[in-house]
């Protein structure tokens, strides 16, 4: 190894590091900061530790709200928005792989454009058409707007045409129709990039909030997202209160990141952006 080499790799290992620092600050100030007295943040300078740790901010902020139900309302939505995904996902990005109908790639290229338009775009006009289906505030108008992603759509699309072909050849001539060389074949060949979608359909689902915030009224009917947001409301100078929830609410999504990681970076891999 030359010294040149050596020095770029050292200046790599300190960037690295940096970086690493930087991401995880926030997340050491907000778990820090869960532990502290209500009046101890306010302190000039901040402390950058409790003096005494209060573990019973975690309880008792739990309890000021029904997080509870904010949680289970999470995992139903969350829930369907996973299988909604995969499965329109699976049957659109399928139909562009190997199906040959009129306007397939001009249709594909529309799908594709949907990427670009920003999701906040979209909230007023999905708002509208809840309310005048009467589904405000409601499980199925909560979840029905995010039963399609674009993003899953070309990422199935670009796996279903890295199946061989020969193998759904093989299964016709045995004599199995489209749906079944569809569900028996094809399928089971893309099971890594359905499990990355399923994957990212859920993280997106559990940290939302606008769409949340804007479909849902009552506070049953909240999200763990919204939930968080609302000790500001409630308990507006109380720090600990809300970076103690914000911390259990982060934890499925950490679970999720070091049980899955590897789907993480095959989604980035497939598509090469997120």
Do not use: C
Not at 38 to 48: I, T
Not at 56 to 78: C, K, M, S
Not at 120 to 128: A, D, K, Q, S
Not at 240 to 267: E, T
């Amino acid at each position: 190894m030359t010294r040149a080499s050596g020095a770029w790799r050292a200046a790599g290992w300190v960037a690295a590091v940096l970086l690493a620092v930087a991401m995880l600050a926030p997340f050491a100030v907000m778990l820090s900061t869960s532990l502290m007295d209500e009046f101890e943040v306010f302190r000039v300078p901040p402390p950058l530790l409790p003096a005494v740790p209060r573990w019973r901010n975690y309880p008792e902020a739990l309890g000021a709200l029904p997080f509870g139900r904010f949680f289970a309302n999470t995992i139903v939505f969350a829930g369907w928005v996973v299988a909604g995904q995969v499965a329109t996902a699976a049957a659109a990005g399928y139909a562009f792989a190997r199906l040959a109908f009129p306007g397939r790639r001009a249709l594909f290229a529309a799908t594709l454009a949907l990427l670009m338009v920003p999701g906040v775009v979209l909230l007023i006009p999905r708002f509208l058409l809840l309310h005048a289906l009467g589904w405000v505030d409601t499980v199925h108008g909560l979840v029905s707007a995010e039963l399609v992603s674009v993003w899953g759509i070309f990422l199935l699309r670009q796996a279903f045409q890295a199946v061989p072909r020969e193998l759904e050849d093989a299964a016709r001539l045995d004599g199995a129709g489209e749906f079944a060389v569809f569900w028996h074949i094809a399928l089971p060949a893309v099971r890594p990039a359905l499990a990355t979608l399923a994957l990212f359909a859920f993280v997106d689902a559990w940290k939302s909030y606008l769409w949340p915030l804007i479909a849902t009224r009552s506070l049953d009917r909240r999200t763990v997202e919204v939930g968080v947001a609302a000790f500001h409301g409630f308990y507006a100078s109380n720090w600990p209160y809300q970076m103690a929830a914000a911390v259990v609410a982060a934890l499925p999504l950490l679970l999720v990141f070091l049980l899955a990681q590897r789907y993480f970076i095959r989604g980035i891999q497939l598509t090469g952006f997120r």
